[in-house]
């Protein structure tokens, strides 16, 4: 596959995490497993670029309209994987009594969320996202970002002891299978000229914000972490970077959130990116993309910490919220970012996705779009102060 040449970027360009809400229609196909869900998610894909474009992201996705969540849609990508609900893996876990619980404490309601579990091994069957990509960057002249879920998450949330072991015994294997699948998949995204890659690993914040004794949550169905956090990071360091050695030619991500499957912002996990900076620090990617909307992320002065050469997507809208930011704030707070941290480093984006979960989005295509407004009018105001302009 020949190179693609890539788009050119914006100075502070705005841009998504990923999903974008489903239209109800694309959700009835998707539930009656229609004869058309094909053509239907097409459709949506298109729709989903139209309404970035409408409300001014320069960098865009498809929206995951082909996803069920962003990272259940591998049970149709990779032999090995079946897709099955909170309630289908309640039977599996170690303790059910101890997880359900926990779903009900996260506000979680355990038919709605999905999980890609192992029953056999891994192999690609396909491409994972290289297709859709294609078609996204078809109909679209702006630059393209593609979500892609991290090994780190993948290790965690797709092994399930009673399902699981007798393909991958040990941890060890699981992940050297799930690096190579990676691997092969950013290459090809790379050569179709994708301007950016992001990795999704959620369950970082995780293991620094709730504790050792957390060892699960709603993504990480049923495979416990080690006692020693550190431990599990340090494996997260070492997945990812082995993913991306010696690509270049593609900008990668990673993006690290603190949930996003509840309004209720109470069961959702608070702390400052502190305890694991250090981590990301070794991470060998050009951006990190980071939560910073609410309150619970702490102050982004601690962002100095990370290495000069890594950009930060800025979360700086919070999606599960009416939109209500006001543009000015934004711009204000993003230019103090960027003198801080210096200049050519900030993108704008979202909290985190708007519909990371198709049947249980946090928000919808208008908000979305009003969303992605206040980031457009933000960043034409940094562009305007910006020396030379």
């Keep these: 596959m020949n190179q693609t040449t890539s788009r050119p970027i914006p100075e502070f360009p705005v841009s998504v995490v990923g999903s ?65 609900t909170m309630a289908d893996l309640l039977d599996h876990v170690e303790d059910k009594a101890a997880f359900e619980g926990l779903l009900q404490a996260l506000d979680v309601p355990a038919f709605a969320i999905k999980n ?29 970002k593609v979500t892609l879920p991290g090994p780190y998450l993948l290790s ?18 699981l992940c050297d299978d799930l690096v190579a699948i990676l ?48 431990a599990e990071l340090r494996l997260a360091v070492e997945l990812i970077n082995r993913v991306t ?22 069961v959702l996990l608070a702390g400052d990116y502190a305890p694991l900076l250090p981590h990301l620090a070794r991470m060998h990617v050009d951006q990190f993309v980071l939560e910073y909307a609410t309150p619970r992320a702490g102050s982004e002065t601690l962002l100095v910490q990370l290495p000069t050469s890594a950009e930060i997507g800025f979360g700086a809208v919070n999606p599960r919220t009416e ?16 003198e801080l941290l210096g200049p050519g480093r900030i993108w704008l984006n979202p909290d985190c996705g708007f ?24 960043a034409r105001r940094l562009r305007g102060a910006s020396p030379g302009r």
């Design 116 to 144: 890609p579990t192992l029953t056999g091994k891994l192999a690609r069957r396909g491409s994972l996202a290289a297709d859709d990509a294609a078609f996204l960057r078809a109909h679209t002249q702006r630059p393209c």
């Design 245 to 266: 050695a010696g690509i270049d030619g593609v900008r990668t991500a990673v993006h690290v959130c603190r949930g996003n499957w509840s309004r209720n912002e109470d």
């Design 20 to 84: 974008w809400p489903r239209p109800r229609w694309l959700l009835d196909a998707m539930r009656k497993k229609s004869a058309d869900l094909p053509a239907l998610r097409d459709r949506a894909t298109l729709l989903a670029i139209e309404q970035q474009d409408r409300a001014g992201v320069d960098v865009i996705s498809d929206g995951e309209q082909r996803r069920d969540n962003f990272y259940s849609f591998l049970s149709e990508k990779l032999a090995g994987v079946t897709l099955m």
């Design 183 to 230: 691997r092969a998949e950013l290459l090809d995204l790379r050569a179709l000229g994708v301007e950016i890659v992001q990795f999704d690993e959620p369950v970082l914040s995780e293991l620094v914000f709730a504790g050792k004794a957390a060892t699960r949550t709603f993504m990480c169905a049923a495979l416990a972490a080690a006692a020693d956090p550190a």
């Design 355 to 378: 519909g990371t979960f198709a049947d249980r989005p946090v928000a919808t295509d208008e908000v979305a779009m009003a969303k992605c407004r206040i980031l457009a009018d933000a």
């Design 156 to 173: 965690r949330s797709m092994w399930v002891k009673g399902l699981s072991a007798t393909a991958y015994p040990t941890r060890e294997g």
């Design 323 to 338: 939109p209500d930011e006001d543009p000015a704030a934004v711009a204000a707070r993003v230019g103090a970012l960027a």
